[in-house]
Structure formats: structure tokens, C-alpha cells
């Protein structure tokens, strides 16, 4: 498990390497399931997905989500750009929070375990001071729940 922050120029970059017990046959159903998102999101979120129907993932797909940050409630729409099962998806906010965020998932099956590797690329609106203050704390906090709860999940 690792999971680290750097800044590059004037972005910042979140990446995050777990290896799951299972084959990938086995893990990326699980994240080609939308709503399966919740499931791995910190309850101090109020993480929900707002879209009543059915969501097909492919490229092209966008997704509407509700959620709080410290305690203000925002709504959050990303686009998947990318879709490449079971390799690789690529979700992009189009709403939201950050300046921008681009979060690319890839999956790799080494010795019939599945090495799932997160990189985000963000901009955050306050730049440094509210990074440091509270948005690398938060980050680190939420992939860290989602990384026990993956574990979990796959153990």
C-alpha cells in the first residue's frame, strides 16, 4: 500500500498503488460499477451519486454525484474521458470543487493478485495555503478509507 502527494509546476498529483488478493476478472467489475463508489467513500462525506438511473460506464458517460466538504454541500460532475476494461478508466471533473482534477485508475493482475494504482491530477482554488491546510489532509484521509475498505472488501 502507498499512497503519496507531490507538486509538479503548478499542479499537484495524488498516487496510490494497493495490491488486492484477487484477479482482475474479480476487481474491475467492481469498479465499473458506479455506484460502488460510495461504498469505498468516507461517511463524513454524505457521499451519494444523484443520478436516478441506471449508469453504463463507457467513455463518454457523465456522472453526477452529492456530497459535503466540511459540512458544505456541493454537487460534483465528472466525465469519464477514457475506458479501456479492465485496464484503465479515466474520470475528469466537469463541477466541482477543484480547479480541475483528472483521475486516472489502472489495474494490473501480477501472480493472480490485482495491482490497483490511482493518479490524480488536481488544482485546488486557493492554491497552497489551502492545500496544505486542509485539501492534502482530506485527500490523504479519503484514499486512505478507501484503501482499508478495498481491502476489505477483496481480502
Do not use: C
Request: charged content about 25%; cysteine-free; glycine content about 4%.
Amino acid at each position: 500500500m502507498r499512497t503519496e502527494i507531490s507538486q509538479f509546476q503548478n499542479e499537484y498529483r495524488l498516487s496510490t498503488e494497493l495490491t488486492l488478493n484477487r484477479e482482475l476478472r474479480t476487481i474491475f467489475p467492481f469498479f465499473a460499477e458506479a455506484r460502488n463508489l460510495e461504498q469505498i467513500t468516507p461517511p463524513f462525506l454524505h457521499f451519494e451519486i444523484a443520478d436516478q438511473s441506471e449508469i453504463h460506464m463507457a467513455a463518454g458517460t457523465v456522472i453526477n454525484y452529492a456530497l459535503r466538504i466540511h459540512g458544505f454541500p456541493l454537487t460534483w460532475r465528472t466525465l469519464i474521458s477514457a475506458w479501456e476494461p479492465p485496464y484503465l478508466f479515466v474520470d475528469e471533473q466537469l463541477k466541482g470543487p477543484y480547479r480541475y482534477w483528472i483521475h486516472r485508475h489502472s489495474f494490473e493482475e501480477k501472480d493472480g493478485k490485482t495491482v490497483v494504482r490511482d493518479l490524480v491530477r488536481y488544482q485546488v482554488f486557493g492554491g497552497k495555503l489551502l492545500h496544505e491546510l486542509m485539501v492534502k489532509r482530506d485527500l490523504l484521509n479519503i484514499f486512505a478509507f478507501r484503501q482499508k475498505k478495498l481491502l476489505e472488501l477483496f481480502s
